[in-house]
């Protein structure tokens, strides 16, 4: 499979907003539509918000499963980003799991 590095800061200054966060999903969607697996680099961002992973992740997950994860690897972040996208990503898991089919 072919694989792809993208780096936040080339598409936006943050990952606070909406608008970040929508940037993002917007590249890592064409990519994994086209067959990528996705290397997003977290350089130079020291904070994430719930706003932008509803954007970006969240997108993700809404529209191809979990699963989709599989295809994205996230490199040079923070512990505090690390630990963030962990939460995120498990109270996804949790909400998702309670809605129903």
Same mark, same amino acid.
């Given at each position: 499979? %072919?694989? $792809? %590095?993208?780096?936040? =800061? #080339? &598409?936006?200054? =943050?990952? !606070?907003?909406?608008? $970040?966060? *929508?940037? *993002?999903? /917007? @590249?890592?969607?064409?990519?994994?539509? $086209?067959?990528?697996? *996705?290397?997003?680099? &977290?350089?130079?961002?020291?904070? @994430?918000? /719930?706003?932008?992973?509803?954007? &970006?992740?969240?997108?993700?997950?809404?529209?191809?499963?979990?699963?989709?994860? /599989?295809?994205? %690897?996230?490199? #040079?972040? /923070?512990?505090?980003?690390?630990?963030? !996208? %962990?939460?995120?990503?498990?109270? !996804?898991?949790?909400?998702?799991?309670?809605?129903?089919?």
């Amino acid at each position: 499979m %072919k694989t $792809d %590095k993208i780096t936040i =800061t #080339d &598409f936006s200054h =943050t990952a !606070l907003s909406n608008a $970040d966060g *929508v940037a *993002v999903y /917007t @590249v890592v969607n064409n990519l994994l539509a $086209d067959g990528y697996t *996705v290397v997003i680099s &977290f350089s130079g961002i020291n904070a @994430v918000s /719930t706003s932008f992973l509803n954007s &970006f992740i969240g997108s993700l997950v809404d529209q191809h499963g979990f699963n989709i994860l /599989t295809r994205v %690897k996230i490199v #040079d972040y /923070t512990a505090s980003i690390a630990n963030f !996208l %962990k939460n995120y990503i498990a109270e !996804l898991k949790s909400v998702s799991s309670t809605l129903p089919e």
